[in-house]
């Protein structure tokens, strides 16, 4: 499992050829003459959690505990080792056009496809037709804990935060919970739930919001939420460069990941 960032980058290279065949095809969707108005210089900011307690916890479990979580969630512990490289992230979001969700690198367009995302995320539990969307009626985030972490009603309540206009719990208590948590298995848990809330969908720093436990609750249902990664994606890209300035909020390490795969 653990064979780096080269495996992946080069089994992504048969999904590169389909999808630069079909865009060859296909063409653009925009009227002819479109001009992008974009400022010239986009101020980004790629303020990240701090993941290296994450990583030491990693580095410190033994195969069999590290297996248990490959066999629930895949592989995605990878994405610990990609150092963000905040230069050349900020360099590449010059590039993003909104009007077409892509990068445009003179006569060349590349986008993130759901195919190379799920690719890289090597998840068993992703099944493609089934795509994440947010149910009608869902549990309150305290009793959505309780199901992910097995710990009490009371434990809960006593964490939860308020975080603008979300509800969050901390990483702190998240973290505490994986170093004494007697079962393996929520332990597991509650360390895949804090690289989805730190990493994957980093909305507030140091926490983990009430919508990636949404998600991340769905999982036994085995949903593909990669759409849902790369919505916030776009949308974050392309709210940074309409305002010129902006924190990019989305998996920076895995969108560098699909990046490198090009290169």
């Known amino acids: 499992m653990e064979n780096g960032l080269l495996d992946r980058v080069e089994g992504n290279a048969d999904i590169y050829r389909w999808s630069e065949q079909t865009q060859l095809e296909k063409g653009d969707n925009i009227t002819m003459g479109y001009v992008s108005d974009l400022s010239d210089y986009t101020r980004i900011s790629v303020t990240q959690n701090n ?15 590290k297996q248990l979580f490959y066999d629930n969630y895949g592989d995605l512990p990878y994405l610990l ?13 010059q590039f993003w056009n909104p009007a077409y969700s892509c990068f445009t690198f003179g006569e060349v367009d590349l986008v993130p496809t759901v195919e190379e995302y799920t690719a890289l ?5 992703f099944q493609s037709d089934r795509i994440y969307s947010r149910a009608a009626c869902v549990p309150t985030f305290w009793k959505k804990l309780m199901a992910i972490t097995g710990m009490s009603e009371q434990w809960i309540t006593a964490r939860i935060k308020e975080k603008g206009e979300c509800k969050c719990i901390s990483w702190d208590a998240l973290k505490d919970l994986i170093l004494t948590h007697p079962n393996e298995t929520k ?9 989805y809330g730190l ?14 436990t949404d998600l991340f609750h769905r999982l036994n249902k085995r949903v593909i939420f990669v759409p849902a990664i790369l919505a916030e994606t776009f949308r974050s890209l392309g709210a940074c460069r309409r ?10 390490q895995l969108l560098l990941a699909w990046f490198y795969s090009h290169f």
């Open 199 to 212: 990493m994957v969908f980093p909305r507030a720093l140091g926490y983990v919001d009430e919508a990636t």
């Open 51 to 65: 993941l290296q307690e994450l990583k030491e916890i990693w580095d410190q479990w033994s195969n069999e505990t």
């Open 81 to 93: 080792d990609i150092q963000v490289d905040e230069h050349l992230f900020r360099a590449l979001t």
């Open 187 to 195: 332990k597991v848990d509650v360390f895949a739930l804090s690289l």
């Open 121 to 125: 995320f090597r998840c068993p539990r």
């Open 243 to 252: 305002a010129g300035a902006g924190r990019f909020i989305g998996c920076a």
